[in-house]
């Protein structure tokens, strides 16, 4: 399988794509990250989503399986960026798909997602989930074989394989290892498209889990 990762030098999509190997295509936009992605045994391409026209990321994801949306601003970045990475290059990428005929496709979002900040919450925070929601309802308005993935706080602990995964779970952490394991999980099962799952850490099999379609 050919599956194309936007926000190829991310931490989650590294992950990724060393567990897919050859078959992933990472999307950089500073093209001193290509060695970072090669490194995992996947392609690298730079192409910057934020600058980016539709034709030009149209032409990258022809002939893929598959596309998952990995990219964000990141810490540190204001507001402004929350909107043009979360949610304009999650949009821009899905058009590419939709015009290119590559219907599945996994969007990482963020549990808080598709309702107000938590009050008390800084207007950087507000900004990003007011992205993410946006990316979320432009993606479930396409034609196009889409999973929302809403994981929990990130960690860099090793993964374990156990997680909790349900359109709703209480809040909690998730280790970005057992993210791009379920990642995985989700592009081998189409039965998942059209949904929107909460991830956090939790006591099932990942591969049990996605397969039994719980």
């Known amino acids: 399988m050919r599956i194309i990762i936007a926000g190829g030098h991310g931490k989650i999509a590294l992950r990724l794509a060393a567990r897919l190997g050859s078959g992933a295509v990472g999307l950089v936009r500073n093209p001193a990250h290509v060695a970072d992605v090669e490194a995992t045994g996947a392609e690298a391409v730079v192409c910057d989503l934020e600058r980016a026209s539709v034709e030009e990321v149209t032409r990258i994801v022809e002939g893929a399986d598959a596309v998952v949306f990995a990219a964000g601003a990141g810490p540190g ?88 995964l349900a359109p709703e779970v209480p809040p909690g952490a998730v280790p970005r290892d ?37």
């Open 77 to 164: 970045s204001g507001a402004p960026r929350k909107d043009t990475v979360d949610r304009g290059a999650s949009v821009l990428l899905a058009e590419a798909a939709e015009r290119a005929g590559v219907r599945r496709f996994v969007q990482i979002s963020s549990m808080g997602a598709g309702r107000p900040p938590a009050p008390g919450r800084d207007e950087v925070w507000a900004a990003y989930i007011k992205a993410k929601t946006e990316a979320e309802d432009d993606l479930r308005a396409r034609d196009l074989a889409w999973t929302v993935l809403r994981p929990g706080r990130l960690t860099d602990e090793p993964g374990t394989g156990l997680v909790r």
């Open 178 to 214: 057992d993210v791009a394991a379920v990642i995985v999980a989700l592009l081998e099962n189409p039965a998942t498209a059209g949904r929107t799952l909460e991830l956090v850490s939790g006591d099932t099999p990942i591969i049990d889990l996605v397969a039994s379609d719980e």
